[in-house]
């Protein structure tokens, strides 16, 4: 996970202490993410990364832990593996494929 997500989910977890430690298996409903803030967190998320989220990611799988949002976000960032270019990178502006 890269720390531009850590920090962007953050303000989300209402039931997090400021010592709590993100980490792939963070349990995001038991820390606070219901469904509107699924919502709302998907936005910054789309803003963020620049990037759309597939329908079929829309789930309560995908927003059940940390890693697994990070999954389906990492899937769509150029360089990554449902991205452009396809090398599993994690970040760019979704402007440019690989030649």
């Not at 789930?59 to 599993?88: C, E, H, K, M, Y």
Request: net charge negative; no cysteine.
């Amino acid at each position: 996970m890269d720390d531009r997500f850590t920090r962007l989910l953050r303000p989300f977890l209402k039931n997090a202490s400021e010592d709590t430690v993100i980490t792939p298996e963070t349990d995001l409903r038991r820390l606070g993410v219901d469904s509107m803030q699924a919502i709302e967190l998907l936005f910054a998320i789309e803003d963020t990364f620049d990037i759309s989220l597939p329908d079929e990611e829309l789930n309560d799988v995908t927003f059940a832990s940390a890693g697994n949002l990070w999954r389906a976000i990492a899937a769509q960032l150029p360089g990554g593996p449902g991205g452009p270019g396809g090398t599993g990178g994690t970040g760019g502006t979704g402007g440019e494929e690989a030649a």
